[in-house]
């Protein structure tokens, strides 16, 4: 079967307590919100949690070598990172993660930067810790986003701020960060002793005409200032395995996230979290190549959809993710409005881009890591939709 068949088998995963599929009663509903994606993930995965299965013993985990050994050779192998196996944290999640490394870093009562529109867990991440949040919103001009370096130095200035939190690649406006933009920023936070966390989830879904610059890469003074988040969870879609990993080189930050994640209870992982990793990270990289593409292809198949039936909507260049950015302030309704009658008309769930904050209230969200007919029948109940209103 050559590749692009393999994306495009249906798999159904209504009524198998799929949070993405059976969130809503409507047993028709198209889900193109949360961030996982509908294909099987890559053969060489599903084998070695089959072999894990087989052995029929869960017990508790001591994890290998070969697990250090992976991250360490992706890192590399695909980013030019060198990961120090002593650097390494693993834990349950990024966001379990991200909460951590806040609690560890900050007192109640200090300040982190956040760059709006953004994922949204790194709100609660920063309030949940009883930290205050600063918004550095980006920069929306000629269709794309850029850093608010201006507005940056500003707020950075302020000796309560102690951390800054990047979404690096950003979700949800698809940018892959340059080289150019993260030493600017880092110098910025850095001139005012500010620690960057670099939540870097979608490294590798980065797509050709680009390449995810590593924050933590771009020379000692970034290693020695910077926290960064990683997981194989959105690139091989293993979001339920629950596994994520920190790498930290400051020994003195680390000792304090390792105590964090020992409070919080998620120092931990499972066999299949394991498995799972090392055959991602260490078979899986041509499979992962086949799915870029196939993103692409739908990306590309959304725009020209897009441009002909409804042109006054702006669709953002995705250089990242699989999650497509689209202005829709042409239609003059909000876009929790939108969101909210798409889904009780047409039963067609989208993000309301205002759940990333204020500046994303005109913009829609979508999830397109789908089958290509799935995708086909959610634009068709949008224009549907949109031919109602229009």
């Not at 013993?57 to 992976?70: Q, R």
């Not at 194989?232 to 080189?249: E, M, T």
């Not at 909507?313 to 699989?322: G, M, R, S, V």
Request: aromatic fraction near 12%; glycine fraction near 4%; charged fraction near 20%.
């Amino acid at each position: 079967m050559r590749d692009p068949e393999i994306f495009d088998l249906p798999v159904s995963r209504r009524a198998t307590a799929s949070y993405k599929w059976d969130s809503s009663p409507a047993d028709d509903v198209i889900p193109m919100w949360v961030a996982d994606m509908d294909f099987r993930t890559a053969p060489a995965i599903i084998r070695a949690l089959i072999q894990r299965v087989q052995q029929g013993v869960f017990g508790y985990t001591k994890v290998p070598d070969a697990y250090f050994d992976a991250i360490i050779h992706w890192f590399e192998q695909q980013h030019q990172f060198v990961v120090v196996r002593e650097h390494i944290l693993f834990t349950t999640g990024v966001v379990p993660a991200l909460s951590a490394v806040v609690k560890a870093l900050t007192v109640p009562g200090d300040s982190v930067i956040v760059q709006t529109p953004v994922y949204n867990c790194f709100f609660s991440s920063v309030r949940n810790n009883q930290c205050e949040l600063v918004d550095n919103p980006l920069l929306y001009r000629d269709g794309t986003y850029q850093f608010d370096f201006d507005d940056l130095e500003q707020k950075a200035a302020n000796p309560n701020t102690k951390l800054l939190i990047l979404c690096n690649p950003h979700n949800p406006v698809g940018r892959s960060w340059s080289a150019e933009e993260l030493r600017r920023l880092g110098e910025i936070c850095f001139r005012h002793q500010i620690t960057v966390i670099s939540d870097e989830i979608h490294c590798d879904l980065v797509y050709a005409s680009k390449r995810h610059v590593v924050f933590a890469g771009l020379g000692n003074e970034f290693l020695a200032n910077s926290v960064t988040l990683s997981s194989p969870s959105k690139a091989f879609n293993l979001a339920g395995l629950h596994v994520a990993n920190i790498f930290c080189s400051n020994p003195e930050f680390r000792k304090r996230i390792d105590k964090a994640l020992n409070v919080n209870e998620v120092c931990e992982i499972t066999p299949f979290a394991v498995d799972g990793l090392i055959a991602a990270y260490t078979e899986s990289a041509g499979w992962l190549e086949a799915l870029k593409n196939y993103l692409r292809s739908n990306y590309d198949y959304f725009c020209e959809y897009i441009h002909h039936c409804f042109p006054e909507i702006k669709i953002l260049p995705l250089e990242a993710t699989y999650l497509v950015w689209t202005d829709c302030s042409a239609l003059n309704i909000s876009a929790q409005q939108l969101a909210d009658e798409l889904k009780e008309k047409q039963h067609l769930w989208i993000t309301a881009g205002s759940v990333y904050g204020v500046t994303g209230q005109n913009f829609l969200r979508w999830n397109i890591a789908c089958p290509r007919h799935q995708l086909q029948e959610a634009l068709d109940r949008f224009l549907v939709y949109l031919k109602d209103v229009n």
